[in-house]
Nanobody, 117 residues
Framework: VQLVESGGGLVQPGGSLRLSCVVSGFPFNTSSVSWYRQAPGKEREWVASITRSNGHTYYTDSVKGRFTISRDNAKQTAYLQMNRLKSRDTAVYSC???????????WGQGTQVTVSS
C-alpha cells in the first residue's frame, strides 16, 4: 500500500493550493479518506474527511469554508483544495486511508505547506 501526497509549497497569505493523495495497492473505494496536518512543535491535527460511499465531508472548525476535500475513486486519488490560506495553516499535510477489516491505517509521507509573505 502506498499513499503519495503532492501539491504542497510556499504560498502567500490569502493564496490557494490543491493537495493530491494518490493511493495504490489498496481498494480506494472501500475506505474513507482523511487529511491531517502537523505544524512544527505541535501534535498532529485532523483536518478533513470524506466518506467512502456517499462522499459526505467533515472539517475541523478552523478550515470550514476555506478547505474542500474531494475524491475521485476511478483515479484512486483524494484532493484537498485550500483557499484563503493563513500563516497558521503552515504544516506538513498527510493523507490516511483505513483497512477496516484489518483495523489498520495507512499514511502517506506528507507534503509541506508553508504560508508566508
Amino acid at each position: 500500500v502506498q499513499l503519495v501526497e503532492s501539491g504542497g509549497g510556499l504560498v502567500q497569505p490569502g493564496g490557494s493550493l490543491r493537495l493530491s493523495c494518490v493511493v495504490s495497492g489498496f481498494p480506494f473505494n472501500t475506505s474513507s479518506v482523511s487529511w491531517y496536518r502537523q505544524a512544527p512543535g505541535k501534535e498532529r491535527e485532523w483536518v478533513a474527511s470524506i466518506t467512502r460511499s456517499n462522499g459526505h465531508t467533515y472539517y475541523t472548525d478552523s478550515v470550514k469554508g476555506r478547505f474542500t476535500i474531494s475524491r475521485d475513486n476511478a483515479k484512486q486519488t483524494a484532493y484537498l483544495q485550500m483557499n484563503r490560506l493563513k500563516s497558521r495553516d503552515t504544516a506538513v499535510y498527510s493523507c490516511k486511508v483505513q483497512d477496516l477489516g484489518l483495523g489498520r491505517d495507512y499514511w502517506g509521507q506528507g507534503t509541506q505547506v508553508t504560508v508566508s509573505s
